[in-house]
């Protein structure tokens, strides 16, 4: 071997060995940089027990447990709580013993993270109505597991509201969560596909808590099952050649890596901010592809005819997040054609008009490390928003409000 073929080697070497170093001292504080490794990740015994004991649903994946309290850190740093009852559903202060008028279900902008219990769109929603509206939302559920404790735990009510970020497209595809949320190692849920223009379930693949133990015999299924396995984990994996990978997909590892040197050396959340936007340009691509927009149609027209069964009127409220208020107003509201095919078989409400009519959204949404989810004044503007429809709609359910 020539001296120059040996320089070459050593090069490729220790590009090799830089590579790897770097991936490894960035990875603590940027969990999307995956590897190898994260394709069976090791479990953390204590956090799954207590996933187990205060989250985990056999059969919507995970769920909001009835009796119990949680603190968070809301606008400003303020501390906020809320409480869910013994019905599974969020304290709604003052209304809670009266009638139920509205249920709402959904993920955490229905349920209303980050506010306290008398702070939520919910709650003034009872307001406006006099009379209780049930919040049944929970935290990063996609539309598919809503529909699906909507079935199982369904009250009876004048009018159902199953509200969700536009994200939402990309939760009904997914089984689990690791493969588009890179860390989310407990969240397995269930998921519909469509075939001949009908529904059918593919339950969650945890069953028990034992198989959270195997997910290395699952990950077959997992992987054909699971959108996100061929279309965002896969070709994001990192490992040897790690120089080679790096540079297969330079537009997405190499602004990654960038950032969290930032983030590593000046602070800050340019890594989590870059990961955000990504999400958002994924969640507008899919609602441009038949497949998924036409499978979220068929679960929002089963979520009518659910709620039409018993006695109900049904609507689908879109709440955006505040990257999605950025690309409307820079002229890509990429939900609006899905919003106005479904309007041709029910009712939808679009929030995003209410929220940019304001001038200025930021004061609408809580900036943190969860993505920020609406402020009290943000909440106050979805009930204040949603109010007179809710009245119009009732009146035409047989039970009235």
Known sequence: MTEGMLAILAGLASAEAAAATLVAWLRPGCKWLITTRDLDPPIDRAGLDRFLEHGWDADLGWVRKPGTTHRETGQGGIITSYTIGADGARHNLNFDNQPVKVTVWGDSYAFARQVNDDETWSHGLSQALAGNVQNFGVGNYGLDQALLRLDRDWRQTPLAI????????????????????????????????????????????????????????????????????????????????????????????????????????????????????????????????????????????????????????????????????????????????????????????????????????????IHDSYGGHLSALGNKIIADTLAPLCRVLATDSPLGI
């Open 162 to 365: 199953m509200a969700v970020v536009p994200e939402t497209i990309s939760r009904c595809l997914s089984v689990w969560k690791h493969f588009s949320e890179y860390g989310n190692i407990f969240a397995f849920k269930p998921r519909f596909h469509l075939s001949n223009h009908r529904l059918h379930l593919m339950p969650n693949p945890i069953r028990t808590p034992e198989d959270f133990l195997r997910i290395g015999e699952l990950l077959p299924s997992l992987k054909r099952d699971d959108v996100f396995w061929k279309r965002k984990f896969k070709p994001d994996l990192l490992g040897f050649p790690w120089s080679l990978r790096l540079l297969a997909r330079p537009q997405r590892h190499l602004p990654l890596i960038a950032a969290a040197l930032a983030d590593r050396i000046v602070g800050g959340e340019h890594a989590f901010t870059q990961i955000m936007q990504r999400n958002i340009t994924l969640t507008a691509s899919l609602y441009r592809e038949a497949e998924p927009v036409d499978l979220l149609e068929a679960l929002c027209l089963r979520f009518r005819d659910q709620a039409y069964e018993r006695g109900a009127r049904a609507i689908v409220v879109m709440l955006p997040q505040l990257l999605d208020l950025a690309r409307i107003r820079a002229g890509d509201h990429y939900y609006a054609p899905f919003l106005r095919r479904l309007a041709n078989h029910m009712p939808v409400a679009d929030m995003a008009p209410a929220l940019l009519a304001t001038g200025d959204e930021r004061p609408l949404y």
